[in-house]
């Protein structure tokens, strides 16, 4: 009893040590979300997943530590819907951010974004127009644009170094005009009108130098804040489904050594209780 009761306190002690990957990835999303990507939401489910992973764990060290089967019994209880939330959390992420993705531009290493390639619910929560007055002021608060600025040797970007540079989702989306309404480069966040603008796209006509402004207004802004999302999103839900793996791999551990610690107290070794109750025993005259 002793030996399942010391591997039930260590499965418990690694998973607790699980939980601050999660909890790390929820700190790490609400961080993006004062300073990058400017939308509050899905770092709080993953926060709580994590303290309650930490919580449960907690309960169960104690139970195997102290022998007591109810916590023991409460910590698989829970677990089992914890896991089931992350896996619920997993889906969601991958399902909300499955479309859209940034397109390759001739002669550039940035990529260009365009909002027809993204759609469902996170794009719907993203263009709405309460939402999107929230996450415009952020994403200008941010002073992402600002820090866009580079020199070599005191010499400001060329046109060239520009071209050639991997630029976030956001800022290729809100800091500059879209390669082709055909700007001429100035700097990195002032384009003057080309000879040679081309396309119907609106946002040629939404670009703006005031640095106040620039293409936060644009559809390419909120295409680039979705595309920076789901980079996050699905960075966080990598580390997720590791972590996932390896839960369920000690769920079950801990269920088998918590089924073996019933059957002890039980009196029951293994492979007797079935053979006694088969054939039980002669009475003695």
Not at 166 to 176: A, D, F, V, Y
Not at 241 to 268: Q, S
């Amino acid at each position: 009893m002793r030996t399942s009761n010391n591997l039930i306190g260590l499965v418990n002690f690694i998973t607790f040590l699980l939980s601050i990957p999660i909890l790390g990835g929820g700190i790490w999303l609400s961080n993006r979300a004062n300073t990058t990507d400017c939308m509050r939401f899905l770092q709080w489910p993953l926060i709580v997943i994590g303290i309650s992973i930490m919580v449960v764990s907690l309960a169960g060290f104690a139970g195997a530590c102290y022998r007591n089967k109810f916590l023991m019994w409460l910590y698989l209880f829970a677990m089992f819907f914890v896991i089931a939330a992350l896996i619920g959390f997993i889906i969601f992420a991958y399902a909300v951010t499955d479309k859209g993705s940034g397109r390759f531009v001739m002669n550039r290493r940035y990529l260009d974004y365009y909002l027809g390639d993204y759609s469902g619910w996170l794009k719907d929560r993203v263009t709405d127009d309460g939402y999107w007055g929230q996450i415009r002021s952020c994403v200008r608060d941010s002073g992402v644009c600002k820090k866009m600025g580079k020199r070599l040797h005191g010499v400001p970007e060329t046109p060239l170094m520009f071209n050639f540079r991997r630029l976030s989702p956001i800022e290729s989306g809100c800091c500059k005009p879209p390669t082709e309404c055909g700007y001429t480069y100035v700097n990195e966040t002032v384009w003057i009108p080309g000879g040679d603008m081309i396309g119907p796209n609106p946002d040629c006509m939404l670009w703006n130098n005031d640095q106040r402004l620039l293409c936060y207004h644009c559809s390419s802004c909120k295409a680039g804040v979705l595309g920076s999302l789901k980079q996050s999103w699905r960075k966080v839900s990598v580390i997720n489904i590791v972590v996932l793996i390896i839960l369920v791999i000690f769920y079950v551990i801990a269920y088998a050594a918590y089924r073996n610690v019933k059957r002890m107290d039980n009196d029951e070794p293994a492979g007797e209780a079935r053979m006694t109750k088969s054939h039980p025993g002669h009475f003695d005259i």
